[in-house]
């Protein structure tokens, strides 16, 4: 049993299997919906649902009942019951819907493992000969073991596929993939992944760069400033990484490289639990206090971009709306904990 789902005022028609949600019957049939986390816990895909009866599953934490019954829903955890017309958000266009690069799955090996820290790995995945997919810098992808149904979401650090996919990966207590890295990997294994999804990359001006990230969050930066390196930006641009201790610092050499690509390009690591007798001469302290003393005094007409832990985000989105920062110009990619 198929439904037909109709966004609106479009007409853009695709069919719904019984099982799938409505945002992943888009992806199945081409058309990109906007979204954040999949999982029912961001709201970034919430709709008007204009004609037709949808259900949501257990997932959907970031809508209310009032919500629900006012027909709004979540495309990401919404399976219709019949054939549903949905309302897009005025400022979407017909371009949007159709994707420079739909998803798509495909088979990879695991070529490389390396712990880059005690807790961060950092994987390099083959395509098989003659295979490549395109992506933005900033997207992310999940992947699963070979015939395993369990995906899980993570960003990429590479810019093509010509030298593998690159992955940074936190390990999660109990987490389903992170078993499998801590226990079980090695390379040769087999792999499937399905993307790109996600609309996390970079803005088509010269607008100033505020880059912060923490944890395995470093992946799409790094994916976004080996394609600024590529197009010779001179956009002024400060990364600002967030840590524990330098033990939890990597990359820190290759990130410090690009200045000699782009002339107006700082990093800035902070470390939030040094030992006060380590020796550490950089910035200490929470990396969002550490961009408020860092930054200049007005960030109006500056961009955002930031990756890594809800909480991270969150405060760092206040300080830069603080010093002037447009909502409309902050982008992020919030990691949310899926353990199981």
Known sequence: MSYKVTLAPFDVEFSCEENDTILEAAFKAGVALRHGCKHGGCGACKVKVLDGCVEHNDHAT??????????IALLCCSLPEEDVVIELNDDYTLEELTPEFPVAEHPLTLAELTWVTHDIAHLVLTLPEGE???????????????GDENFRSFSMANISTDGGVELLIKLMPNGHFSRYLKDQACAGDALTIRGPFGQFGISDTEAPMVMIAGGSGMAPIMSMLRQLKDEKSTRPIQFFYGARSQEDLFWVDQIKSFS????NFEFIPALSEEPSDSGWQGEKGLITDVVARRTVESLRGSEGYLCGPQGMIDAAVDV???????SARIRFDKFLISAD
């Open 62 to 71: 970031a809508i209310s009942e009032a919500e629900i019954d006012e027909d």
């Open 132 to 146: 490549c997919f395109g992506f933005r810098a900033g997207q992310y992808l999940e992947i699963s073991l070979r």
């Open 260 to 263: 000699l690509d782009l002339p």
């Open 320 to 326: 830069l709306k603080s010093k002037g920062m447009f």
